[in-house]
């Protein structure tokens, strides 16, 4: 396992190839080849953090996999199908965990220095980041509304929801003003040397493309060669 600011350090642009690759590798191989990427993913890319927040959001899902499950089975639909859709969507969410718990905006500034006077890539990091930060205090302010009223009242989704929309929407100005801060400070995040646990990642993608080419690949001789 690797710890948390191992994952953090590591190239930015690595990382989302790396996903990019393995989502592609578990969604058009068979199950026994996703079942060797998974557990490779896993073993090089999961650490407590990650793995608290996995296990977390996979507690609350389990309902929607349940009424999953029993609804293919009424509709004829093969346990091996269904096996594969349940390993791929919790697959989905380790992912999803991955991203959050290793990404941050200084990390990606820092390997970017060739798109860092880039109006465009400016542009979708301040999009992205003040759309991180809406909905953030949208999910705060729903949360403050919700505890304010009397159980009974909870049926009210739709108010609740409008409610803190309009709330939040109220606080665009600063919500904006926050997030043209953050990329400032970001920007003068100077470049950061190319860390030892990169090549790690560097090994999983090649074991992710030759699984999905059927390449036959030697990793005895590229340990070796990255060990001299």
Not at 18 to 28: F, H, K
Not at 192 to 197: D, G, I, L, V, Y
Request: aromatic content about 12%; glycine content about 2%.
């Amino acid at each position: 396992m690797a710890n948390k600011e191992i994952l953090i350090d590591s190239n930015s642009w690595v990382k989302i190839f790396l996903i990019l690759v393995s989502i592609v590798s578990v969604t058009i191989t068979s199950f026994g080849k996703q079942s060797a990427i998974i557990i490779l993913t896993l073993i090089v890319l999961s650490n407590k953090h990650i793995l608290k927040s996995w296990f977390k959001i996979t507690i609350k899902l389990i309902p929607f996999l349940i009424v999953y499950f029993i609804m293919a089975m009424l509709s004829g639909i093969e346990y091996l199908t269904q096996l594969q859709f349940g390993v791929i969507f919790i697959y989905f969410l380790f992912i999803s965990c991955f991203i959050l718990n290793s990404f941050t905006l200084k990390g990606i500034m820092a390997d970017s220095v060739a798109l860092k006077k880039s109006e465009l890539f400016s542009s979708t990091l301040l999009f992205c980041l003040t759309t991180e930060k809406f909905i953030s205090q949208f999910i705060k302010r729903n949360t403050e509304l919700t505890k304010s009223i009397r159980l009974t009242q909870i049926h009210k989704g739709l108010e609740l929801f409008i409610s803190s929309l309009e709330l939040t929407w109220k606080e665009k100005e600063t919500i904006g003003q926050s997030a043209h801060e953050d990329l400032a400070k970001a920007l003068d995040t100077p470049s950061r040397s190319f860390k030892h646990f990169n090549l790690m990642l560097f090994l999983l993608i090649l074991f992710d493309i030759s699984v999905i080419t059927n390449f036959p690949v030697n990793y005895d001789t590229i340990l070796s060669t990255i060990s001299i």
